[in-house]
């Protein structure tokens, strides 16, 4: 039981490049989560996921777009990156309903440059 | 606007002492509240959490204390070790209404335990 898989650890982009950060649980939970944490900063909320096929935009969704295909899985797309989005990146998942209690996976540091 | 407040950004404490990390929120609609921890280049660990309708939850050397009419919780940890030296937030969430499993989460205290 692994819990919550983020790939990958460490990326440096280019400013306009794009990428997908892979996120992978092996719970069984049906709810997952994106966000982003910046320099002395709390966790902000990019997008979350309540099951396969539906997602909805957290706090900070503009310039990421997500899909969730699967249960286990849900990437987080970064379309055209910019310096602003150099950030760590943590995915989350959570039992539905009452079950509260959200797993982190290790994060992804990202630079834009 | 921030609806959940850390206002202390790092605590030193020394070791077999009581380490007190505070938290508090301002939207009445919270009702649940976590703690996480969190080390270097690792993602957040789950630590303890409180419902409203407790003022008091124990687990092991952790309790958290949650003051209601004062929209306050702490977070006590006795005796503090050196390992409990890492970034502490706290979070909340509504209980019910359709975001009752978003977390708002608190900007973190960086706890350092002295041997």
């Known amino acids: 039981n692994a819990g919550v898989t983020q790939t990958p650890k460490f990326r440096i982009l280019k400013i306009g490049q794009s990428m997908t950060l892979q996120c992978t649980q092996d719970m069984n939970h049906n709810y997952m989560y994106w966000y982003r944490q910046d320099p002395g900063m709390g966790l902000k909320l990019i997008y979350y996921?309540?099951?396969?096929?539906?997602?909805d935009k957290g706090e900070v969704p503009n310039g990421y777009n997500v899909s969730r295909s699967t249960t286990e899985d849900f990437p987080l797309r970064l379309e055209l990156a910019a310096p602003s989005q150099t950030s760590v990146y943590f995915c989350?998942?959570?039992?539905?309903?009452?079950?509260?209690?959200?797993?982190f996976g290790p994060g992804t540091r990202l630079l834009v440059l | 606007d921030q609806q959940v407040k850390q206002n202390s950004p790092s605590l030193s404490v020394q070791e077999g002492r009581i380490s007190i990390l505070n938290c508090d929120y301002t939207?009445?609609?919270?009702?649940?509240f976590l703690w996480y921890k969190k080390y270097p280049a690792e993602g957040p660990t789950f630590l303890i959490s409180?419902?409203?309708?407790?003022d008091k939850n124990e687990d092991g050397r952790f309790t958290v204390f949650l003051n209601k009419s004062a929209k306050h919780l702490s977070l006590h940890i006795v005796p503090s070790q050196p390992g409990d030296s890492a970034v502490y937030f706290c979070a909340a969430s509504p209980h019910s209404g359709g975001s009752n499993y978003k977390l708002t989460f608190g900007k973190g205290t960086l706890l350092t335990v002295n041997p």
């Open positions: 939207n009445s609609m919270f009702d649940y």
């Open positions: 989350a998942s959570s039992l539905a309903g009452s079950g509260k209690t959200q797993y």
């Open positions: 409180i419902s409203s309708i407790k």
């Open positions: 996921s309540v099951g396969a096929g539906i997602t």
